[in-house]
C-alpha cells in the first residue's frame, strides 16, 4: 500500500500518536490493486473493489514525555 505523511504528536508514556493532518506528501507502492497509487487498473471505475487502507508514514511534530490524556487512568 501507498504511504502518506502525516504529522502529529507523540507520547512516549503508551506510545500514542495523534495525527494532525496529512501533507499530501505520497509514496506510490505501484500496485496494479490499491486505490492510491498511480498505476491503479480501475482509474475510471466508481465502484471497484480495490482495497483503499491508507497506510501512515508518521512525522512526529511535538513528543511529550507524558501519558497522552486518554491513557491516564481516572484517579478514584
Keep these: ?25 505520497t509514496s506510490d507502492c505501484g500496485s496494479l490493486r490499491c486505490k492510491t497509487s498511480a498505476s491503479h487498473m480501475h482509474k475510471t471505475a466508481r465502484n471497484c473493489g480495490c482495497l483503499s487502507v491508507v497506510t501512515e508514514d508518521r512525522r512526529v511534530q ?11 487512568r481516572p484517579s478514584r
Design 62 to 72: 511535538n513528543l511529550y514525555r507524558t501519558r497522552h490524556p486518554d491513557c491516564v
Design 1 to 25: 500500500m501507498c504511504l502518506h505523511e502525516i504529522v502529529g504528536d507523540y507520547w512516549t508514556g503508551c506510545g500514542h500518536f495523534h495525527g494532525r493532518y496529512f501533507t499530501g506528501v
